[in-house]
């Protein structure tokens, strides 16, 4: 039992942290393709139980979420959504938000952790603790909205990939519609990618205010990335960098900042 249990630590540590199937399968061993009798069809077959190709995930996101008419029936509509691959990786269930539904200030990370998964709620484990208490230094926790780029964990934290963001990201457009903050902060560089659609890296686009506007709707806001909690966790000499954005954006919530042009 004692070397079955160091052998899923073992495991566990390398970031394998769940089964898709039921028993082991070799992958180093190339099966040929079985060439398909019949004529041939242009329906693409789904196997039961398979997520949607990711055009009609997005397409059955995108009618969801504009069915949702409150944050809570948005909560509602993405727990019952099953297009996102995430959900058939070993997640335990789907972690929208936390935080102030009237706030004026809306969060977005990168996708839930292991703590997240377990608990239904973003940002509750280290990171989000940390981020927590630079929100409460800037008197800014009460007015926060936090919810993430993707709604499942990843297997083995990692990063989502822009597939499973792009089918969660009718969700987030939606949020931030129903939400209509004054200001929107990405944390990190995977919500930085997805939203503001730039491949420039985080050091580059932290700390600069963008417009972000949604295609539909007429809705847009002033958003800001900085650095990710987690890498201020590993690398805490960087937390000056955080606190300098923040400081901006608290400015920007109180009206301290003249809009170019007003
Ligand atoms: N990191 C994130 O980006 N989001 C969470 O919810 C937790 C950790």
Do not use: Y
């Not at 927590?132 to 926790?141: E, F, M, N, V």
């Not at 606190?243 to 608290?250: E, G, R, T």
Request: hydrophobic share 50%; proline share 8%.
């Amino acid at each position: 039992m004692a070397a079955a249990e160091a052998l899923f630590a073992f495991w566990r540590d390398a970031g394998v942290d769940a089964c898709f199937e039921e028993a082991p399968v070799d992958r180093t061993v190339f099966v040929a393709p079985v060439a398909a009798k019949g004529p041939a069809t242009i329906t693409p077959l789904r196997a039961p139980g398979a997520a949607p190709a990711p055009g009609e995930a997005a397409a059955e996101a995108r009618r969801l979420a504009a069915a949702a008419t409150t944050l809570d029936e948005l909560a509602e509509a993405i727990a019952a959504f099953e297009g996102c691959p995430l959900r058939a990786m070993g997640a335990r269930q789907s972690v929208f938000a936390r935080g102030n539904p009237q706030g004026s200030l809306m969060i977005v990370g990168e996708g839930p952790g292991a703590e997240e998964d377990v608990r239904g709620q973003p940002f509750v484990g280290q990171a989000g603790q940390l981020l927590d208490r630079i929100l409460t230094a800037a008197d800014l926790l009460d007015e926060a909205f936090i919810t993430n780029t993707v709604f499942w964990k990843t297997p083995g934290n990692r990063t989502p990939t822009p597939q499973e963001q792009a089918v969660c990201a009718p969700f987030v457009e939606r949020a931030l519609a129903l939400l209509k903050p004054k200001a929107v902060l990405l944390v990190g560089a995977a919500a930085a990618k997805a939203v503001l659609k730039t491949d420039d890296g985080i050091m580059r686009t932290r700390g600069q205010w963008r417009e972000w506007r949604l295609s539909e709707g007429g809705i847009a806001a002033p958003v800001m990335a900085t650095l990710h909690p987690a890498f201020l966790l590993r690398q805490p000499q960087a937390k000056g960098l955080v606190w300098k954005d923040i400081l901006d954006l608290s400015a920007r919530l109180r009206g301290e900042v003249v809009e170019p042009g007003a």
